[in-house]
């Protein structure tokens, strides 16, 4: 029995003359988080409508939930879009029990369980309100809500974070953690590094349709070198010199310190004893490695330039 | 088959619970209420007509001013019989006093009625006579006043010579003065080449001179028929060729054709009207529904829980269910208004159901109409997948209107000839099959038509619906700018089949 939920080889979707998704290939395990993360206009969109069988990829093959279609496993898959995706006049309850009965669930069911679920998620209350007049974060939930009624097994959610607040993008992150130690599959799109950082098991990287980046954090981290960071009122670039660093740059207007890039392996204690040599007081000294932050910025601002020059 | 069960419900719920369809649900009866209130409201808002004669012929006068009387008294007469079927006792009155009876409950009219009144000794008296008749606690009858008003000519006016005539009737005539009409009926009018005049100033009174003219003709006819046979009634001019509709087709053992056997002629006709009706209502929702939806992106929600095919049936079992729900109490409200507010309007009801009933056509007309509303809502279904607002939409919703609009057009000729060539031709246009097949069912079309029309809507019906998904599927989800409408039509007759999403 397959433990992949997504298996992707050579997917490419073309819009006229625009290659939206180029030779996309991956797998996702089951019962993990993946973070599918790009730019704007990256594919992640056309990638997951081709995963829900919306779109039909041009070339390539998909296995989802080791079905040759998303057609075939509906039931099993939950989706939530960017824009919420409900119907505006229909009330909280009704809409995510509307889309349970659509994914197999009994009615009545489906409606205890719309209720069930909007009290878990605190919005009983708001229950019967129609979703165009709940809040933009309500609503939000609302759609998440509709998107794991029917208990699916595989949650493809597309920008779920956009437009929460910061309490309720927690919330939704610790909803989302509930459901991988449930069993549950998650692929999430964003282009918001911080919660990626903090879920996923694992990360593909999109940039101009074509994949940059397929790993984990770590191994996304360990694509840029560490870097330290040094604070003192003195001239360091003697620093330049002393084993294991790649590039020195002077603190500036954005920067206050002097920061170096480290080779893999290099001994950043080294740094400590060359200024404690020269008796030089130091006010800060940090080595970190790169953040997803950095690494997306240079994965996705490097294929940008390849692209732009080709 | 269960998920585009659920999607209908959901479509019709949300369909009938729009402001807009509640608000064309009254609209259509609101306006038949109107049509046929207004013109009993112009009626009794509209003030009397006075008119005056000089008469130099002799005799003109004294016609005029009677036929203004009579025609005040018939109008009482036709309020009374109204009042009387409200609030009489008619089995009582029939039994006491059968003459007064006939005169009040009978049908009659013209002349027969008008000497009846006569005999009974005028409407005063016949009011008289009624008082025992009318149930207690009823409102006393309103009678309209007398609409063409006879005044004697004023004395300037009858003494003026022709040089005076046009300053006296100056002041007498117009908006706000004594007289509406100056009518001068010449020495020897009627007997040489004279004509009559009709002096007028202001609005024209259209209903005041035909009414002169009539009263003038009638007049000349009588001194006619004196002067031909001197001694003769002038009740032999009464006379006129009634036809009698009959038909060896109906049920009756007589074969005259009554109302209901009309009725039931002409129904299926404005069943028809009301496909097109309910269409035009129903076009535009249908499409602004799918464009709200793929601008919301509720479209994608939708399409990872249904195939475009459940999706689109079920849009379309929905928007059929409320356009049926539309009929349905349209009707219900236009035999609620027959049966409360006509007089006679139970028999009426009763006898349209009972003709209805047993005519045998209505299963046929009932999947006519289903089927004119799937093939037309499938085609506003494909515009508004097409379209990425309702803007977009207006390049198609003007020709697609004309093409469903068309059929109006040869109605008169096919009510003339309804299993001419030109109707039977007009049957086997596939979008048209529904609407011509409805007219001509009353009228017997040959039974290999009708079971070769019923096969051609259904699968009309089921391949247009089949192709609006396929186009629906293929441009639902797209932004781009909408095709061209050529190579729409050619996407909706399966012409061009470049649409890629696979059906399930």
């Known amino acids: 029995m397959s433990v992949s939920a997504l298996e992707l080889s050579g997917i490419g979707k073309r819009f006229g003359t625009f290659e939206a998704v180029r030779d996309l290939s991956f797998t996702h395990e089951k019962g993990r988080i993946l973070g599918f993360l790009g730019p704007n206009g990256a594919g992640k969109t056309t990638t997951l409508r081709m995963l829900l069988g919306l779109i039909v990829p041009d070339a390539g093959t998909l296995r989802i939930l080791g079905e040759p279609s998303a057609k075939d496993v509906r039931d099993r898959i939950g989706y939530l879009p960017e824009e919420r995706g409900l119907y505006k006049r229909m009330r909280a309850a009704t809409a995510i029990a509307y889309l349970a009965a659509l994914k197999g669930m009994d009615m009545k069911a489906a409606r205890a369980r719309a209720r069930a679920l909007l009290e878990e998620y605190g919005l009983g209350a708001n229950a019967e309100t129609r979703i165009e007049g709940l809040s933009k974060g309500m609503a939000q939930k609302v759609a998440f809500l509709a998107a794991l009624a029917h208990d699916p097994e595989l949650l493809i959610l597309d920008e779920p974070f956009s437009g929460l607040d910061p309490i309720n993008q927690q919330n939704l992150e610790m909803s989302i953690r509930a459901l991988a130690r449930a069993g549950k599959t998650v692929l999430f799109s964003t282009h918001t590094m911080a919660q990626a950082e903090r879920l996923c098991d694992r990360l593909v990287i999109l940039a101009h349709g074509r994949k940059v980046f397929d790993g984990t954090l770590e191994e996304a981290r360990r694509l840029l070198p560490r870097r330290a960071r040094i604070g003192a009122d003195a001239d360091l670039s003697f620093l330049r010199n002393v084993p294991g660093v790649a590039s020195l740059a002077a603190p500036g207007p954005a920067q206050p310190y002097w920061e170096m890039e480290l080779k893999e392996g290099a001994d950043s204690s080294l740094l400590l004893a060359a200024c404690f040599e020269r008796r030089i007081a130091l006010t800060h000294f940090d080595v970190s490695d790169a953040s997803l932050q950095d690494v997306f910025v240079a994965l996705a601002g490097h294929e940008a330039k390849a692209e732009a020059a080709a | ?504």
């Open chain 2, 1 to 504: 088959m269960r998920r585009t069960l659920l999607v209908a419900w959901h479509e019709f719920v949300k369909f009938v619970t729009r402001r807009g369809f509640l608000i064309g649900l009254v609209l259509l009866p609101a306006w038949i209420v109107i049509a046929s209130a207004l013109p009993r409201w112009i009626a009794s808002a509209t003030p009397p007509r006075a008119f005056t004669v000089v008469d130099h012929a002799g005799g003109y006068a004294d016609a005029l001013a009677e036929a203004a009387a009579v025609a005040a008294d018939n109008a009482k007469l036709a309020a009374l019989r109204g009042y009387v079927r409200a609030h009489g006792m008619p089995a009582l009155l029939g039994a006491r006093d059968p003459a007064l009876a006939k005169l009040v409950l009978g049908g009659e009219s013209g002349r027969p009625a008008e000497q009846a009144l006569k005999a009974e000794g005028g409407i005063a008296a016949v009011l008289g006579k009624l008082a025992p008749y009318i149930k207690v606690g009823a409102p006393p009858p309103q009678l309209p006043d007398a609409h063409f008003v006879y005044r004697a000519p004023p004395p300037a006016l009858a003494r003026a010579g022709a040089a005076q005539f046009i300053a006296e009737a100056r002041n007498d005539l117009g908006d706000g003065k004594s007289l509406d009409a100056i009518v001068v009926v010449p020495q020897g009018f009627g007997v040489s080449n004279a004509q009559a005049a009709y002096w007028t100033s202001g609005p024209n009174r259209q209903d005041l001179e035909d009414f002169i003219q009539r009263t003038l003709t009638d007049a000349l006819r009588q001194n006619a028929l004196a002067r031909a046979a001197p001694g003769a009634s002038a009740s032999l001019l009464d006379v006129s060729a009634d036809l009698e509709d009959l038909d060896p087709s109906g049920n009756g053992a007589s074969h005259e054709l009554s109302f209901a056997d009309q009725a039931r002629r002409y129904a299926p006709s404005g069943l028809a009207f009301l496909l097109i009706l309910v269409v035009i209502m129903n076009a535009a929702a249908l499409m602004s529904a799918v464009i709200e939806e793929k601008s919301n992106r509720v479209v994608e929600v939708m399409l990872s829980c249904v195939s475009p095919r459940e999706f689109m049936t079920g849009k379309l079992l929905g928007a059929a269910g409320a356009s049926l729900l539309t009929l349905a109490i349209w009707v219900g409200f236009a035999v609620a208004a027959v049966w409360g507010f006509m007089p006679g309007g139970r028999f009426a009801v009763e006898s349209v159901a009972g003709a209805v009933a047993s005519a045998g056509i209505w299963p046929m007309l009932l999947l006519c109409f289903v089927c004119g509303l799937l093939i037309y809502a499938s085609i506003f279904l494909a515009i508004g997948s097409l379209a990425n607002s309702v803007q977009d939409a207006q390049a198609y919703v003007g020709p697609t209107m004309i093409v469903v609009v068309a059929p109006m057009i040869v109605m008169p000729a096919l009510l003339s000839d309804p299993n001419g060539t030109l109707a039977t031709a007009l049957t086997w246009i596939p979008i048209y099959t529904p609407f011509f097949m409805m007219f001509r069912l009353p009228w017997h079309p040959p039974a290999l038509q009708v079971a070769l029309a019923s096969a051609v809507m259904i699968a009309t019906a089921i391949f247009l619906a089949t192709q609006a998904a396929r186009v629906f599927a293929a441009h639902v989800l797209s932004t781009e700018r909408p095709p061209k409408f050529g190579v729409f039509l050619r996407s909706l007759v399966g012409i061009d089949r470049r649409q890629s999403l696979q059906q399930k």
